[in-house]
């Protein structure tokens, strides 16, 4: 992608690309590129070069897409500045799923990475040697960020077993070529959850001034062969100025071999000075067992400082989930002396009292009381929602209700009534009479009940379920679903419902399981789809003939269901739900 342009947008639908995607234009600041998935994790890198995504330019987002199977990085970036790589899912790769080098001003966030690594010394995201290529000496700001990732399962298989860390921030300093100028300014790992990965979960080393604040960090350093002196579930090894803040570290001993939570470790007279370690919980299975390793006359960790040390922090089921269970010590137990996250791993506020770890607690937004319903007359009403989600009633008249923004949940009782739900989640229900029932945007719920009405979805994954009555069902865009709960729902002759645009290629499905397909025998059976081939006289069959579907519940053969599905469309077994 080098003829992109400042400012341009590359927006890349649903499928697989067997390709890797190298992007070495330039944005500028105010007029980055960006080069996204439609639909977040449906655009997918599959490739067996070295990188899936290769980013060279300077001022260029990633976002969106699903990584896989290249024999290094997943996403790398290198000798750029001002790179944000976000919302990805990077998994399968051979070295690093994420990979910034040599880079500055890099944001990752919002990704999974798992199971990368497999082939050497790698880890699930990796910032290795930053360097300042722009010239910029300001040094207020984080310029390296990684925030609100998960990364688990990142375990080495071959090579060195030096790493398979859930995040590191490695070298800085360039002690390991002394050629360039180290790295001296602020970066910031923030709400990330690591987990099962083979090395540490959070590790910085031989780096400087790099703020660690409400991670989430659980039974890491699994690989049996794992080498080094450093094992920690968070591992400070020859790194100063650091601050350490409001995160809670899970070692388990019986996998790990240590038992360490958090190492502060140094080697070679190297001493850390001046590091920060506050509001940090550790636990490894042994309640008061501080679970905190120190060498080379490093600090220990300090209840004072408001650690809690040897204290299980009580998740509700991880690693499946890492919320706090109301009685956990950990709930409130956070500083905000050295600044905080606003919201937490999961995009919810964090209000009242900073919980330790990378999930508030109780953090879901509030949900207003519900407005009082509106409600129709006798006559002929237009009634209008509002952008809440409201609940409507008809009444009696031939009304028109629009529901407009929200998640609305509309009757039109009785009468001959329009309904609408505009924007947002709605369910609309015609009630008595011959409606016209209009989902609009998003994923609604349209019901039939008596009469001969129309249901039309409109954009989104609708659900329109017929009732008595001679109906007509439109689906509009997306993969809708049309629900027959009885036989009489569908009909039978110049009484049968008609389904005006389904389309298999959009995901469409017709749901029959809640008719008994075979009146004969006990329970609820399923239906038989023998394509347009003749009843044979067994209940249940289901035939599909120039755009008709009937269906033979007795085993007479003759139609007792009937279906007209305008256009003749192609339809399978698959198409239905039996």
Do not use: C
Request: proline share 4%.
């Amino acid at each position: 992608m080098w003829k992109l342009a400042a400012g341009d947008e590359v927006i890349v639908g649903p499928g697989t690309y067997n390709e890797m995607v190298r992007i070495s234009a330039n944005g500028t600041a105010d007029n980055p590129i960006t080069v996204r998935s439609a639909v977040p994790g449906a655009a997918k890198i599959v490739t067996n070069q070295t990188f899936g995504v290769h980013v060279q330019g300077d001022y260029v987002k990633v976002d969106g897409f699903d990584i896989s199977g290249a024999s290094g990085a997943g996403v790398t970036a290198n000798l750029t500045h001002h790179v944000t790589i976000s919302n990805n899912i990077v998994h399968d790769n051979g070295s690093n799923g994420i990979s910034a080098s040599r880079s500055d001003f890099t944001t990752i966030e919002g990704n999974v990475t798992y199971r990368n690594a497999a082939n050497g010394p790698y880890s699930g995201i990796s910032v290795y040697h930053p360097e300042n290529i722009t010239g910029d000496t300001t040094t207020y700001g984080y310029r390296i960020i990684v925030r609100n990732n998960v990364s688990y399962d990142n375990v080495t298989k071959t090579g060195a077993h030096s790493d398979g860390n859930g995040i590191i921030m490695d070298d800085f300093r360039s002690t390991q070529d002394l050629t360039r100028t180290p790295y001296l300014f602020p970066s910031l790992v923030e709400n990330n959850v690591v987990y099962n990965n083979g090395g540490k979960g959070v590790q910085v080393d031989w780096s400087d001034y790099v703020t660690v604040r409400n991670n989430t960090s659980w039974h890491n350093n699994l690989d049996p062969k794992k080498s080094g002196t450093w094992h920690g579930e968070l591992s400070n090894m020859n790194a100063s100025h650091n601050t350490w803040v409001n995160n809670i570290a899970v070692a388990d001993p019986t996998v790990s071999g240590t038992g360490t939570a958090i190492d502060n470790t140094s080697n070679n007279g190297y001493i850390n000075s001046d590091n920060i370690w506050r509001n940090n919980l550790t636990y490894n299975g042994t309640s008061g067992d501080d679970s905190v390793r120190t060498t080379g006359g490093n600090t220990k960790l300090s209840p004072e400082h408001g650690n809690l040390l040897g204290i299980n922090p009580m998740f509700l089921g991880a690693p499946g989930n890492f919320t706090l269970h109301p009685d956990s010590l950990a709930i409130d137990g956070g500083t905000k002396n050295y600044g905080f996250p606003v919201l937490d791993s999961d995009g919810n506020p964090r209000q009242g009292g900073l919980d330790m770890g990378a999930i508030e607690s109780g953090t879901r937004p509030e949900v207003p009381p519900p407005a009082p319903a509106i409600r129709g007359t006798v006559a002929n009403d237009f009634l209008a929602g509002t952008a809440n989600g409201d609940l409507m009633y008809g009444d009696l008249g031939n009304d028109v209700m629009q529901g407009n923004a929200g998640n609305d949940t509309i009757n039109g009782e009785s009468g001959h009534d329009q309904l609408y739900g505009g924007l947002g989640d709605d369910l609309l229900n015609g009630g008595m009479g011959n409606n016209r029932i209009f989902g609009e945007a998003g994923n609604d719920t349209l019901f039939s009940l008596n009469g001969g009405d129309w249901l039309d979805g409109g954009a989104g994954n609708d659900l329109l379920r017929s009732g008595a009555g001679k109906d007509t069902l439109i689906g509009g865009t997306g993969a809708d679903s049309f629900v027959f709960s009885v036989v009489t729902d569908a009909g039978n002759g110049l009484k049968s419902d008609e389904i005006r645009d389904f389309s298999s290629l959009q995901g469409d499905k017709i749901n029959l399981s809640g008719i008994d397909a075979d009146t004969g025998t006990t329970g609820n059976q399923a239906f038989t789809f023998i394509g347009a081939n003749a009843f044979s006289g067994i209940a249940g069959e289901l035939q599909y003939v120039n755009g008709r579907l009937a269906g033979d519940i007795n085993g007479d053969g003759v139609t007792d269901l009937f279906l007209n599905l305008i256009g003749n469309p192609a339809l399978s077994g698959g198409d239905i739900l039996l």
